[in-house]
């Protein structure tokens, strides 16, 4: 048992995950001794807490978590947020989702629609109200602009799917945290993840988990002249972003898109509000820990500003193949198996991260290896992120 933040209350016994051997991921716990559908204040706070620290938690042992007390346990994380899931509505993710709601099916659970269903193949003949639904439209690689062959895929070979944080960016501010339960998953045969970007790298792992890392290691990796810029420095994300970049087409190996010019023109966006487009530093203070994590979302970013110094005046980098171009190499880095953390999940665990601090991706595996189920549910934040210095206020 780690003697960290949250450790404290005596119901929840918190344990860092087992260095493996050759890993240098230096985040992830997993924490028993706590009933989810009964939870006090208190322990909300220790395991508010315990994410913010740990950054990935597996809470064990949720099998009978009703999606009800799911989606109130997120907004007890964060009680001053508007009660509405970070991507609004299912309705709204279905309709203005862009990349995010064509490329799977997202269900609400009846009663409890802010928690969502996300899943592959048939979910049972009655699933919290949800009949015989199966689902078709299960993440895939369609997005990646190099094709993963049909037949590879089937044998095992699969890839990041997105590296992402789960965040709107637009009108709503990213969720501090992500809650996904494990309903139902195969754990093998084991699928191998490719990289497919000529770096030859791969990692085995169980089917139907998601992947992590740290963006404070993101950060610590960079040398004093590039932290200097990135704490200096701020990104805007386009208006509707995932509608902008929804036609765009991922690396190989899930990190940022290719530059083909296929984001749409702002005119072509349809009505967007400028002062419901965000603005953020590139750095985010951890508010518990105060560690920094770079923490920008590549994919969605349509224009940088970069500066050394708070005395600098900022270059704007509105060309998006060389924003990527900046990107690539500092995000790259961390890009490693032995950065890189897959929790495992039995049914009924419950992983929780802390949204601003990690990216994760999922990773598709073979239909024939079963179903998997899994209810998802954040909320978007009541505050915006934190950087190291305050950016400038700018008006359109
Ligand atoms: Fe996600």
Redesign the pocket.
């Known amino acids: 048992m780690g003697s960290i933040a949250g450790a404290n209350v005596s119901s929840l016994e918190i344990t860092t995950l087992p260095k493996e051997s050759g890993k240098k991921a230096n985040f992830g716990a997993v924490i028993d001794g706590i009933d989810l559908n009964n939870i006090s204040n208190d322990e909300v706070q220790a395991l508010k807490d315990a994410i913010w620290v740990n950054k990935v938690v597996v809470v064990r042992g949720q099998k009978d978590l009703l999606p009800a007390k799911q989606w109130e346990l997120v907004t007890r994380f964060d009680p001053e947020a508007p009660q509405v899931h970070s991507h609004g509505s299912v309705q709204s993710f279905n309709k203005f989702g862009g990349l995010l709601s064509k490329s799977r099916d997202v269900i609400g659970i009846p009663g409890a629609e802010n928690v969502r269903l996300i899943g592959k193949g048939y979910q049972g003949s009655d699933h919290y109200g949800i009949k015989n639904k199966t689902v078709n439209k299960p993440l895939s690689h369609d997005w990646h602009a190099t094709e993963l062959p049909q037949e590879d895929f089937e044998c095992g070979h699969t890839r990041f799917q997105r590296w ?3 965040a709107p960016l637009y009108e709503r501010d990213p969720a501090w945290f ?1 809650t996904l339960r494990c309903i139902k998953r195969p754990t093998y045969p084991k699928v191998t993840v490719h990289w497919d970007d000529g770096s030859g790298q791969t990692m085995e792992v169980e089917p139907g988990l998601t992947a992590f890392f740290s963006n404070v290691q993101t950060y610590e990796l960079m040398t004093t002249d590039e932290r200097n810029v990135v704490d200096h420095s701020w990104v805007e994300y386009a208006p509707h972003p995932y509608q902008w970049m929804g036609s765009c087409r991922g690396n190989s190996n899930g990190l940022g898109v290719v530059s083909e010019g296929r984001e749409k023109a702002l005119e072509d966006l349809g009505e967007w509000d400028p002062t419901k487009v965000k603005r953020y530093p590139m750095v985010w203070v951890n508010p518990v820990t105060g560690e920094k994590s770079f923490m920008v979302h590549g994919i969605c970013a349509r224009r940088l500003f970069l500066r050394a110094s708070e005395k600098d005046e900022p270059k704007i980098v509105d060309d998006v193949a060389e924003i990527r171009r900046w990107l690539k190499p500092l995000q790259e880095r961390i890009l490693k198996p032995e950065y890189i953390i897959l929790p495992s999940l039995e049914e009924g665990d419950i992983v929780m991260w802390a949204n601003w601090q990690c990216f ?3 990773i598709d595996y073979p239909d024939s290896y079963g179903p998997r189920t899994m209810h ?1 549910a954040n909320i978007g934040a009541s505050s915006a992120p934190v950087g190291p210095v305050s950016i400038p206020v700018m008006s359109w």
């Open positions: 992402h944080i789960d992500t994760h991706t999922a998802q």
